[in-house]
């Protein structure tokens, strides 16, 4: 079937309407890969757009910090949506914070890796932790621990993610909501970092951590 200029309108119109917005790459795979662009599109609506167990403004918290992380600029219409939802400038300072916090887990691991034959007292995931709560103010650890998650999702920080998840755990976070927070990263953190993710997770639940 040959697309019509019509046909791309009324498609590209749809997905601007549900969205608020439209993208480059909406316009090259309407014209290249229709198909393509409504199988994207009904993806992307079920993972960022349809409510599933986060509220909209839990949702937009984890997106803050996957944006951070990805060095993805160009989607500002999330902060939009977190304030829309009721988020406050101090929550963005926590997530700014914890995300920091996120990508420098480098300088544990290092410690952890090299120095504690030199430091026996020295805990660097306890001191990841603890720096991680403190950084949290009053916002909950249940929100701290999911952005913190998605975070190690989209920079394949394994080891990282696999504490997180313990410590979500141990914090009460429900599964659901946490499955939910780190699918967030599968466009802007990629689709194989998600799929290690699950993996990750897999293995805790299978070792009885």
């Given at each position: 079937?040959?697309?019509?200029?019509?046909?791309?309108?009324?498609?590209?119109?749809?997905?601007?309407?549900?969205?608020?917005?439209?993208?480059?790459?909406?316009?090259?795979?309407?014209?290249?890969?229709?198909?393509?662009?409504?199988?994207?599109?009904?993806?992307?609506?079920?993972?960022?757009?349809?409510?599933?167990?986060?509220?909209?403004?839990?949702?937009?918290?984890v997106?803050?910090?996957?944006?951070?992380?990805?060095?993805?600029?160009?989607?500002?219409?999330?902060?939009?949506?977190?304030?829309?939802?009721?988020?406050?400038?101090?929550?963005?300072?926590?997530?700014?914070?914890?995300?920091?916090?996120?990508?420098?887990?480098?300088?544990?691991?290092?410690?952890?890796k090299?120095?504690?034959?030199?430091?026996p007292?020295?805990?660097?995931?306890?001191?990841?932790?603890?720096?991680?709560?403190?950084?949290?103010?009053?916002?909950?650890?249940?929100?701290?621990?999911?952005?913190?998650?998605?975070?190690?999702?989209?920079?394949?920080?394994?080891?990282?993610?696999?504490?997180?998840?313990?410590?979500?755990?141990?914090?009460?976070?429900?599964?659901?909501?946490?499955?939910?927070?780190?699918?967030?990263?599968?466009?802007?953190?990629?689709?194989?970092?998600?799929?290690?993710?699950?993996?990750?997770?897999?293995?805790?639940?299978?070792?009885g951590?």
């Amino acid at each position: 079937m040959v697309t019509t200029p019509l046909d791309l309108t009324e498609l590209l119109s749809g997905i601007r309407a549900k969205r608020g917005y439209l993208l480059p790459h909406h316009g090259l795979m309407a014209i290249t890969a229709p198909a393509l662009l409504e199988a994207y599109d009904a993806a992307y609506t079920a993972m960022a757009l349809d409510d599933r167990v986060l509220s909209h403004h839990d949702r937009e918290f984890v997106w803050l910090a996957i944006l951070i992380a990805t060095d993805e600029a160009i989607a500002t219409h999330h902060i939009a949506k977190f304030k829309a939802a009721g988020g406050t400038d101090e929550e963005i300072e926590v997530i700014l914070t914890v995300t920091a916090l996120a990508l420098g887990f480098e300088s544990y691991r290092f410690v952890n890796k090299n120095w504690l034959s030199h430091l026996p007292a020295c805990d660097p995931p306890a001191i990841y932790q603890r720096a991680l709560r403190s950084a949290a103010r009053d916002v909950s650890m249940r929100l701290v621990h999911m952005a913190a998650a998605a975070v190690f999702v989209c920079k394949a920080g394994w080891d990282a993610l696999a504490l997180q998840i313990v410590a979500a755990y141990a914090d009460g976070v429900p599964e659901l909501d946490l499955a939910e927070a780190v699918s967030l990263t599968m466009f802007p953190g990629s689709v194989p970092h998600f799929v290690e993710a699950a993996r990750v997770w897999r293995e805790l639940i299978v070792d009885g951590k």
